[in-house]
C-alpha cells in the first residue's frame, strides 16, 4: 500500500474512535455498584421510570433505569405486574 492509502484507512479508523467515544459518552452508566438494593414487587400500573424516582429520587432517571434494566436481565423497559425485580435505593 503506498502512504496516501494508509494514511487514509488510519484517518478513517481514528474517525471511527472519536464516533464511537462520543456515542459511549451519551450512553447513561449504571449504578450497578449501588450500595443497597431491594427487592420490590411490580404494582399495576407501574413503570421502570417510576420506580427509578421512588426508589432513587436523587440521581438520574436514566442511570437508575439502565442500572434496573442490567441488574434484573431485562431486554427492555417493559415490566409486569407480579414481577420481582431488584433496584437500587439512594444511600446517599
Keep these: 500500500m503506498q502512504s496516501s492509502a494508509w494514511l487514509k484507512v488510519l484517518a478513517t479508523l481514528v474517525?471511527?474512535?472519536?464516533?464511537a467515544a462520543a456515542a459511549m459518552a451519551m450512553v447513561p452508566q449504571s449504578r450497578l455498584d449501588?450500595?443497597?438494593w431491594t427487592s420490590i414487587?411490580?404494582?399495576?400500573?407501574?413503570?421502570?421510570y417510576d420506580l427509578a424516582h421512588r426508589f432513587d429520587?436523587?440521581?438520574d432517571y436514566r442511570v437508575v433505569v439502565q442500572s434496573i434494566l442490567q441488574a434484573n436481565h431485562l431486554p427492555s423497559a417493559q415490566i409486569y405486574p407480579g414481577q420481582t425485580l431488584w433496584v437500587p435505593?439512594?444511600?446517599r
Design 34 to 36: 449501588a450500595e443497597t
Design 15 to 19: 474517525g471511527l474512535f472519536c464516533f
Design 41 to 48: 414487587r411490580v404494582e399495576p400500573g407501574d413503570t421502570l
Design 89 to 91: 435505593v439512594h444511600s
Design 57 to 59: 429520587p436523587a440521581d
